[in-house]
């Protein structure tokens, strides 16, 4: 019973530590990296109304794809102004996918494309940074 308590105790710490997926510094388990997408719109119409509306688009198209870690989206926070900001985009979305192969099967996918249907007309220019982290 004390053996089974320890492996119990010792697999659980390495789940909450993250090494049980490769990302606790002790581990030797190397881990595919995940994908963050980082999209910034810059809009036609910048009111408050649109604004809203295609944050509001995001939420309704884009956060329950396969392999999504974290989703986000929001608008510029006005009140950040250090010579660093970046200001020249109204909403941002922030998806990160468990693996490059999940933003690659989203790029495709009917919800994705029809969030760009019905939102581009507003946009006057779109930033996509993809990075692939760890």
């Not at 010579?83 to 996918?97: A, C, K, Q, T, Y």
């Not at 690659?104 to 581009?120: C, M, P, S, V, W």
Request: contains cysteine.
């Amino acid at each position: 019973m004390g053996k089974r308590l320890l492996t119990l105790t010792i697999m659980f710490f390495l789940s909450v530590c993250g090494c049980a997926g490769g990302q606790f510094a002790g581990c030797s388990r190397t881990k595919e990296p995940m994908l963050a997408h980082n999209v910034y719109f810059t809009l036609k119409d910048g009111s408050q109304a649109a604004k809203n509306r295609l944050v509001d688009s995001c939420h309704q198209y884009l956060k329950d794809h396969p392999g999504v870690v974290f989703f986000a989206a929001g608008t510029l926070a006005e009140e950040l102004d250090r010579p660093v900001n970046v200001r020249d985009f109204h909403v941002g979305l922030h998806i990160i996918f468990r693996a490059e192969r999940f933003h690659d099967q989203y790029q495709t996918a009917d919800t994705h494309l029809r969030f760009i249907e019905e939102n581009k007309d507003n946009w006057s220019h779109v930033q996509v940074f993809d990075t692939l982290v760890r």
